[in-house]
């Protein structure tokens, strides 16, 4: 890693009193509605998100050969009018929720093995309850979950993290990065969304909306890939659990 974790200054902490490569809390939860095929709770630290999977059902025909051979991945991503300080919602239209939405259906669409639901869709329906950072990292992690309690295969767990970069007070100061950007250091800080494919270095999506020098991107992916392996284990630990639950009330 790029720091000594050993030695960490406290005037280093972090506003929330985090140190440089911690994670915030995250909690969720799988089988939240029983309604959907599939379906999820997750935070991670104030940003907090619920996705709903619905599929895979049989998709419409387009042309005179049908449709496609594997499964659509269709994403909707909604983002609360409360869920912000500015209280603003933001419609279906709006250029930001569409590139997350293209984003996360992408994404799956190369994990999810579709090729066993030919002329199918799968639709992922994520719902931002509040904001505080890490969104589209968030709702990858959420529809992981919900995909999962859907019963639909993939090759591995798509788990996402964010990383950012400290402003040096002067020139002679090095940039250090972070782990897991919260909603005042997303606004003042160079971020980058990091996905990879369960606890390999294998990225599937790297988002950066920031412009920053490229030898400094390394150490910024180091870390969000580091930080991916660590929420790996959180939803590991969450689909054990659930199983361990299933199998229990089967047993009663």
Sequence with gaps: M?????????ALLRLDGRRWNELRRMHAQISTQAAADGSSYLEMGNTKVI??????????????????????VRVDLGIAGFSGVERKKRGRGDKRVSEMQSTIANAFSSSLFTHLYPHSTIEIHLHVLNQDGSI????????????????????DYVVACTAGLTSPSNSNEDADPLLDINGLEEQELPTITVA????????SVLIMESRIHVGRLESMLAVGVDGCKQVREILDDVIRRQGKRILAAGLE
């Excluded at 050969?65 to 594997?70: A, E, K, T, V």
């Design 196 to 203: 990879t494919l369960g606890a390999s270095e294998n990225v």
């Design 136 to 155: 589209l990292a968030a709702c990858l992690n959420a529809a992981t979950l919900a995909l999962i309690d859907a019963g639909i295969p993939m090759a």
């Design 51 to 72: 996705c709903t999977v619905i599929g895979p059902t049989e998709g419409r025909k387009s042309g005179a050969g049908g449709g496609s051979s594997d499964a659509e």
């Design 2 to 10: 790029p720091l000594d974790t050993s030695s960490y200054s406290l």
